[in-house]
């Protein structure tokens, strides 16, 4: 199993303003899998992708990736552990404005030693032409798509989504999704995809909900839709 999460807890504040946002989660998703995890607002989607990606960390429990316990790890090993593992797509894009997009790119490019084909990438996600743009002078798709593009170079085993398609409209939607689904089956990388979009979950392996902070549906996907077909976006 390459992601196994068990009994994780996690809370915030303390005396009246303590809120527990994860009661003991426990989940597995086998290498290669694409998996959703949703869940209404403050069900604790966003705070489980962060505590994997060890942007946050936990009260207890464990997570291990590829067999590697991440719980505990700090500072160098930390950072090693997120720049030799993780690509993370944000939402909101987190470009760098004052670069442009092959620079955005090339950010992450030099984390690694093995980095994917720039120009492959650039073709894949449909930016050739736009390599040379600033983020400003760019759609929200495309803007996405080098966030995309940015998360992949390093070449991650372990793509981290949080909320990827939130901030744009359905036609732009479906694209990226059927670009992560190309990535998925291109690359054989592992997909974590927060969304509160509950036709995403029909394209993926692997469904996951949070409610309260605790897994409600924990279930494999028998029947797939390809992207291109999910409706609803």
Same mark, same amino acid.
């Given at each position: 199993?390459?992601?196994?999460? @068990?009994?994780?807890?996690? #809370?915030?504040?303390?005396?009246?303003?303590?809120?527990?946002?994860?009661k003991?989660? %426990?989940?597995?998703?086998?290498?290669?899998?694409?998996?959703?995890?949703?869940?209404?607002?403050?069900s604790?989607? %966003?705070?489980?992708?962060?505590?994997?990606?060890?942007?946050?960390?936990?009260?207890?429990? @464990?997570?291990?990736?590829?067999?590697?316990?991440?719980?505990?790890?700090?500072?160098?090993?930390?950072?090693?552990?997120?720049?030799?593992?993780?690509?993370?797509?944000?939402?909101?894009?987190?470009l760098?404005?004052?670069?442009?997009?092959?620079?955005?790119?090339?950010?992450?490019?030099?984390?690694?030693?093995?980095?994917? #084909?720039?120009?492959?990438?650039?073709?894949?996600?449909?930016?050739?032409?736009?390599?040379?743009k600033?983020? %400003?002078?760019?759609?929200?798709?495309?803007?996405?798509?080098?966030?995309?593009a940015?998360?992949?170079?390093?070449?991650?085993?372990?793509l981290?989504c949080?909320?990827?398609?939130?901030?744009?409209? %359905?036609?732009?939607?479906?694209?990226?999704?059927?670009?992560?689904e190309?990535?998925?089956?291109?690359?054989?990388?592992?997909?974590?995809?927060?969304?509160?979009?509950? #036709?995403?979950?029909?394209?993926?392996?692997?469904?996951?909900?949070?409610?309260?902070?605790?897994? #409600?549906?924990?279930?494999?996907?028998?029947?797939?839709?390809?992207?291109?077909?999910?409706?609803?976006?």
């Amino acid at each position: 199993m390459y992601v196994e999460v @068990s009994n994780i807890k996690k #809370s915030y504040g303390e005396g009246g303003s303590y809120v527990q946002v994860l009661k003991g989660v %426990s989940a597995e998703v086998e290498q290669g899998e694409m998996c959703v995890i949703q869940g209404t607002s403050g069900s604790g989607k %966003s705070t489980l992708l962060n505590c994997i990606g060890g942007l946050d960390r936990v009260d207890s429990g @464990s997570i291990r990736i590829d067999g590697n316990e991440i719980v505990g790890l700090k500072g160098e090993a930390l950072s090693d552990y997120r720049r030799d593992n993780l690509g993370f797509i944000f939402q909101f894009y987190n470009l760098v404005p004052n670069l442009t997009v092959r620079e955005n790119i090339q950010v992450c490019e030099y984390l690694t030693d093995e980095p994917l #084909s720039m120009e492959e990438l650039l073709e894949v996600l449909g930016l050739t032409e736009h390599a040379d743009k600033f983020p %400003s002078q760019m759609s929200g798709g495309q803007q996405q798509r080098c966030a995309i593009a940015r998360a992949l170079i390093k070449n991650p085993k372990l793509l981290l989504c949080d909320e990827p398609t939130g901030a744009l409209d %359905s036609k732009t939607s479906r694209d990226i999704l059927v670009l992560l689904e190309k990535i998925n089956a291109r690359y054989g990388t592992t997909m974590l995809i927060v969304t509160h979009n509950n #036709s995403i979950k029909n394209m993926v392996d692997h469904v996951i909900y949070l409610k309260d902070g605790e897994i #409600s549906k924990n279930y494999r996907n028998e029947k797939k839709t390809a992207a291109a077909e999910l409706e609803d976006l």
